[in-house]
């Protein structure tokens, strides 16, 4: 048999708890200012705007494109290279609507000074009536989603743990987005897919957990909750890294082979991962056990005298 | 000896087979084509297809296969991208305007698999390229429209009963009329409601003066005409490209989406979409011969010559009767004996129809579709204007009786009813629309995610299962089948539903994928600690299933509820993404605890005595 872990282990996670509180509760508390502070990259998507890619034969030199902008009456630009040296994005404040071609024609036109043969790969254009209401919901969705996993985990597990998973799949999603805006990665739709992903998988991390502490606290009805949960955890253990391992593994290969398209989005999901694996173990589980969960939490409700039912 | 239900494995094993069909036409993936469409919309000739074949071949762009579709568009499929761009702009120089010419992608599937009628899953416009336009509804515009037209109506009905009136103005949502004589609010009264039965009257009004208010029921239904119209005039426009899998839908309270894979020139198709339609009433010239008249091409003195949605012509008087902007509203109902198609016009229309009808009866009258459009071309190094317009007759039908500004068109059948009653909705005074959201993804962005994406995929994929294999032995081997059928599952799945593949659809897949492995991981690890109390090998898998279970189950049914939560209050990729993730729930479920089990008794199933399991 190959085995990461031959025994299982018995480390006292619960004991540590109180440590691990203080750095997450400073890792959120550091995503948060920093995203105030610094902000997120918004794209598009968010901010409204045009974003042009262009390609060149070969690559150009940025000053010389923005010159050429200039040069075509073009205000209000910012270009910056986009995978290799010849090709670029053009990103244009936000206009009355979403139509792109006039400005389209302009960009094009400036840009052939360089190059006449440069060729327009992508464009996108969000109008201000579409770039709030993308925001808003993708926001309402992820809200909504996170009270139905709580409203699930505190129907199947009672409402400690759902409280444990709520905060657990809060703190996931906060510290990635941090983690975002400290890397400066693009903020598009995709990378709130890449959050609903590290949302699910956190959720997942955390069920599967529960689901052996709540097996434990049936068998092990003497012991104590927080010696019941370091047992189901260590348990779990062996699974939850080769698990990790592979998924993490997946998204690097990702990252690194998928292209400039999927980069973002295949960052963000690796550290959310790695951030899931962690607050599975100690947000979620340490929650619960600070709320008071305890063996009674899973009893079969006492039955009464059975004569009593008899017709 | 183990026993495995028949039903069970038969019932299994048909579920595999099927899934297996459903995602064979993907794995022979996509070459770069071109679409080709005519612009009157008549199907290729052998010849043509012949002749653009030759004429590629000569060019040095020869392209691997040139045919038709059951639709009548030409395809022809291209090597490399390369090769696609440059017959593109050859077939646009060589055969000028006669073609609407879409860049796409054509499945290399094998005939018998189209025959079958299993085609590959569609892929989004951020893999295939393509172009997303959102378009506003300016529904409030609608509405002041209808209200504008009130007014001047108003007008015109009292002008005519010679009832005297101060002042008729719009305010609010209402027409405030205010009528010299105090003792004619009850004439007024009489003649609007003529006008329009429909009309309510506010009951308070200040003596000599009318309060019509537009009720909440009435605005509504303007708005929602304002954008079925527009969906309408959008779906007959983009059919007109001649592109294929082409999407046009309403999106939230007053957005309209439009898809076009493939295109790529994208000024052109915003121009085509922002043609403006309108409709003329006409009478059909009876006593000359179209026929004669499309032969010499010259029409009689006074008529034109048209021609009707199946290309006969027709000839009508140069007199209209009345325009799209005069008709207030057409519907089509269905019930009421035969079919037919109510239509309502505002007084200026009633008059001149009322007029006609009464000297016409029992002669026919035709509707024309009118589209314009406004094509910018370079003259001397400037950017001028110019407008074109199609002309169609979607109606010809007899005047059987004498009416004005409410009147039935007859004798249709329900399908021809209700498109008429569409068109004719299309070519009412529209509701002004704007651009909201323009993206254009290019074929080689497109194409450039799919190579590297899938790439991506399949090094990650081929690392996981070798990990497996490594880890568990022939159970790893077990895992790796059932994971392979489970993105089978999805992609058969995916096709069946009819949901396009998007970049955030392959998260959603990644996410399954990853929960399905964990779900195979959980019931291993747990045989093995069975394995390890000194459980016998039957016993192990037993319990490893079985406690395993409740943590698979209750992580995917969290997971396909939050899928569900997302698809209802997403839009665009958020949806895309809970799609894949819900299909991908249902066949990871379904592969890790059905399959996988069925996998293991295959294995040792038939076995007298297992000594020792390979884990």
Not at chain 2, 323 to 352: N, W
Request: charged share 20%; net charge neutral; with cysteine.
């Amino acid at each position: 048999m190959v085995e990461f872990l031959k025994e299982v282990p018995s480390i006292r996670f619960m004991a540590l708890r109180r440590w691990w509180y203080v750095i997450s509760a400073a890792v959120v508390v550091a995503s948060i200012v920093l995203v105030m502070v610094r902000g997120l990259n918004l794209t598009v998507d968010f901010t409204g705007g045009l974003v042009f890619e262009v390609g060149f034969s070969q690559p150009v030199d940025l000053e010389e494109v923005r010159a050429s902008l200039a040069a075509g009456g073009i205000e209000d630009f910012q270009v910056r290279t986009y995978g290799t040296a010849s090709e670029l994005e053009v990103r244009l404040p936000p206009a009355a609507t979403g139509a792109a071609d006039a400005d389209a024609r302009r960009v094009i036109g400036a840009l052939r000074s360089i190059d006449p043969t440069v060729r327009l790969n992508r464009t996108e254009s969000v109008g201000p009536q579409v770039s709030q209401q993308l925001g808003q919901q993708a926001a309402l969705a992820l809200l909504m989603t996170l009270l139905l996993v709580l409203i699930y985990i505190a129907f199947r597990f009672r409402w400690r743990f759902g409280v444990g998973s709520l905060v657990a799949s809060l703190h996931d999603p906060i510290v990635a987005v941090g983690a975002i805006a400290l890397l400066g990665i693009p903020f598009d739709l995709n990378v709130v897919a890449a959050l609903l992903t590290i949302l699910g998988y956190s959720v997942n991390d955390t069920v599967v957990i529960f689901d052996r502490i709540r097996e434990r606290f049936k068998s092990m009805r003497k012991a104590e909750p927080a010696e019941v949960i370091d047992r189901a955890i260590n348990e779990t253990l062996a699974r939850t890294i080769i698990v990790s391992g592979c998924a993490l593994s997946s998204v690097i290969f990702l990252a690194v082979l998928g292209g400039e398209t999927l980069r973002g989005f295949a960052v963000a999901l690796a550290i959310g991962i790695v951030i899931g694996t962690y607050s599975s173990i100690y947000v979620a589980g340490a929650i619960a056990l600070d709320l008071g969960a305890s063996a009674r939490d899973f009893m079969p409700p006492e039955k009464r005298g059975d004569v009593d039912d008899l017709p | 000896m183990q026993r495995y239900p028949l039903w069970k494995g038969v019932l299994l094993a048909a579920i595999v087979v099927a899934a297996f069909l459903f995602a064979l036409p993907n794995w022979y993936g996509e070459s770069p084509a071109l679409q080709l469409s005519r612009r009157d919309r008549a199907e290729f000739d052998p010849a043509t297809v012949t002749a653009i074949a030759d004429a590629l071949k000569a060019a040095g762009v020869p392209a691997q296969e040139v045919y038709t579709d059951d639709d009548g568009r030409l395809w022809a499929r291209f090597t490399q991208v390369d090769h696609q761009l440059k017959a593109r702009d050859l077939i646009q120089s060589r055969f000028e305007g006669q073609y609407a010419i879409a860049l796409t992608n054509a499945s290399r599937a094998p005939e018998w698999l189209n025959t079958l009628g299993l085609e590959p899953m569609s892929l989004g416009l951020d893999l295939r390229g393509g172009m997303l336009l959102v378009y506003e509804v300016d529904t409030d515009g609608a509405v002041a429209q209808l209200l504008q037209r009130l007014e001047r109506d108003f007008r015109k009905e009292l002008r005519d009963a010679r009832i005297q009136y101060q002042e008729v103005a719009v305010a609010g949502l209402s027409v405030h009329v205010t009528l010299r004589d105090a003792g004619q609010v009850d004439a007024a009264r009489k003649v609007l409601l003529a006008y329009d039965p429909q009309l309510t009257f506010a009951p308070d009004a200040p003596p000599g003066t009318l309060t019509a208010a537009l009720t909440e029921a009435a605005v509504k239904e303007r708005q929602a005409f304002a954008i079925q119209q527009n969906i309408t005039a959008l779906e007959n426009r983009v059919n007109a490209l001649g592109v294929a899998e082409t999407v046009v839908q309403r999106q939230g309270q007053n957005r309209i989406a439009v898809q076009v894979p493939g295109v790529q020139d994208a000024s052109e198709v915003v121009r085509l979409l922002g043609k403006v339609a309108t409709l003329e009433f006409r009478l059909v010239e009876t006593t000359a011969s179209p026929l004669e008249a499309e032969r010499t091409g010259r029409a009689p003195l006074g008529t034109r010559l048209y021609k009707q949605r199946d290309g006969t012509p027709v000839l009508l008087k140069r007199d209209v009767i009345a325009t799209g902007e005069q008709l207030i509203d057409a519907s089509f109902a269905p019930a009421q004996g035969e079919p037919s198609v109510s239509v309502k016009l505002d007084s200026r229309g009633g008059d001149e129809m009322l007029r006609t009808t009464r000297e016409n009866l029992n002669k026919p009258m035709a509707v024309v579709f009118i589209e314009k459009e406004r094509e910018l071309a370079m003259r001397d190094g400037r950017e001028v204007a110019i407008d074109r317009s199609k002309e169609e007759v979607i109606s010809v039908a007899t005047i059987r009786g004498v009416f004005s500004n409410n009147f039935q068109i007859t004798g249709l059948s329900a399908a021809e009813g209700t498109e008429l009653a569409k068109l004719l909705r299309a070519g009412a005074l529209a509701a002004p629309i704007i651009i909201v959201e323009q993206r254009v993804i290019g074929p080689s962005v497109g194409q450039d995610n799919i190579t590297k994406g899938t790439r991506a995929l399949v090094i990650a994929g081929l690392v996981l299962f070798g990990f497996m294999i490594l880890y568990y032995k022939v159970f790893g081997l077990i895992a790796d089948i059932v994971l392979l059928t489970n993105v089978m599952l999805i992609i058969a799945l995916l096709g069946m539903f009819g949901a396009a593949l998007t970049l955030p659809g392959i998260a959603g897949i990644v996410l399954t994928v990853g929960t399905a492995v964990d779900a195979n991981i959980l019931i291993y690890e747990r045989i093995r600690e069975e394995l390890k109390n000194g459980a016998s090998p039957w016993a192990a898998i037993n319990a490893g299933f079985d406690n395993a279970f409740s943590a698979i189950a209750d992580s995917n049914v969290t997971m396909f509820l939050a899928g569900g939560v997302l698809f209802l209050f997403g839009s665009g990729p958020v949806r895309g993404f809970a799609v894949t993730l819900m299909l991908g729930v249902v066949a990871s479920m379904f592969t890790a605890l059905i399959g996988s089990r069925a996998l293991i008794f295959l294995a040792y199933g038939r076995r007298r005595r297992v000594e020792r399991l390979a884990i």
